[in-house]
């Protein structure tokens, strides 16, 4: 498949599969029914997986002596389970919640053994990374930023994370990315996952067009990176893309998660990408956040520079 759709998912299934026969609904009742039965929560997040795992892949090859050390900042833990599993990485996953990583620490001790890295597990704000300068190898953040609320908090966590990084060290991000800038907001969800009242509404997330992006971004990051590569993940335009985001847009969020089967052939029928920022992709989206919602994914890798003008802090 284009973007490993097979191995992502089976890996998933195989994992929630394994930590459901251990720990039953230890994980709670809603992360136990999602590893089984959707796995990879959405078709659009393949691409984001391929592209990531494909240069964490290239580091762990090229390593001579201790494992990468690798930060995960927050990403859906599918993709930091799986490196640690399949490659020899030391993947530290991380999110602002612990609610939110507890879950997964039962999953990998289901799924540790046979494993070629190791996965450690803890609660940090990207904000203000309790870490020390120059540590990582590594750093990720999929679909991370763009829930970071606050004027120039997102670059600020940006910024955190380039802090982190050894000089010569790999950054990988991934945001919405779509023909106009635009903030979301959702009923019921703070902090893009908790779940409060119905009544009560939040900020979800900012969807980035190539100004937000290269202002709130890459610009307090100048001087800091090199080696820069932007790649677009969209959806191919048609009567099924227009099928499938109605259909997601108007079905219970428990009925298009138990069609989460479904994923690697959508992913397979839809996805596609571009170098660089594709600005002409499928877009359909306002500012009240809905799970039928069309936009792009902009998926961004860069390096750490070398000596004194590589320092974040």
């Known amino acids: 498949m284009q973007y490993r759709e097979a191995s992502f998912y089976g890996f998933g299934l195989r994992a929630g599969l394994r930590s459901f026969l251990r720990n039953g609904f230890r994980p709670g009742l809603r992360a136990a029914s999602s590893a089984v039965f959707q796995p990879v929560t959405s078709y659009t997040r393949f691409p984001e997986f391929h592209f990531l795992e494909d240069r964490l892949a290239a580091l762990a090859r090229r390593a001579a002596g201790r494992?990468?050390?690798?930060?995960?900042?927050?990403?859906?833990?599918?993709?930091?389970?799986?490196?640690?599993?399949?490659?020899?990485?030391?993947?530290?996953?991380?999110?602002?919640?612990?609610?939110?990583?507890?879950?997964y620490a039962l999953v990998w001790k289901a799924v540790a053994r046979g494993a070629k890295g190791t996965a450690r597990f803890k609660s940090l704000d990207a904000r203000r990374l309790a870490l020390p300068d120059g540590r990582f190898d590594a750093?990720?953040?999929?679909?991370?930023?763009?829930?970071?609320?606050?004027?120039?908090?997102?670059?600020?966590?940006?910024?955190?994370?380039?802090?982190?990084?050894?000089?010569?060290?790999?950054?990988?991000?991934?945001?919405?990315?779509?023909?106009?800038?635009?903030?979301?907001?959702?009923?019921?969800?703070?902090?893009?996952?908790?779940?409060?009242?119905?009544?009560?509404?939040?900020?979800?997330?900012?969807?980035?067009?190539?100004a937000l992006f290269e202002s709130r971004i890459l610009g307090p990051l100048s001087g800091l990176l090199e080696?820069?590569?932007?790649?677009?993940?969209?959806?191919?335009?048609?009567?099924v893309h227009r099928v499938v985001h109605a259909l997601r847009g108007a079905l219970p969020e428990g009925v298009v998660a138990a069609a989460g089967a479904l994923n690697p052939l959508l992913s397979l029928v839809l996805n596609r990408h571009g170098h660089g920022f594709v600005e002409a992709v499928p877009a359909r989206y306002g500012r009240g956040h809905c799970f039928g919602d069309i936009f792009a994914e902009l998926i961004f890798a860069a390096r750490k520079k070398e000596g004194p003008k590589g320092a974040a802090g």
């Open 67 to 103: 494992p990468p050390l690798v930060l995960d900042v927050g990403s859906p833990k599918l993709l930091g389970l799986y490196l640690a599993y399949h490659h020899r990485l030391d993947v530290w996953m991380t999110d602002l919640d612990e609610a939110n990583v507890r879950p």
């Open 139 to 210: 750093v990720f953040a999929l679909s991370v930023l763009e829930h970071v609320e606050g004027p120039g908090q997102d670059g600020r966590a940006a910024g955190e994370m380039v802090r982190v990084l050894r000089p010569g060290g790999r950054l990988l991000l991934s945001v919405p990315f779509g023909p106009r800038a635009e903030e979301q907001w959702a009923r019921g969800i703070a902090h893009a996952g908790r779940r409060t009242r119905p009544s009560e509404v939040h900020f979800f997330q900012r969807i980035y067009d190539r």
């Open 227 to 239: 080696e820069a590569e932007v790649l677009t993940a969209y959806r191919r335009p048609g009567a």
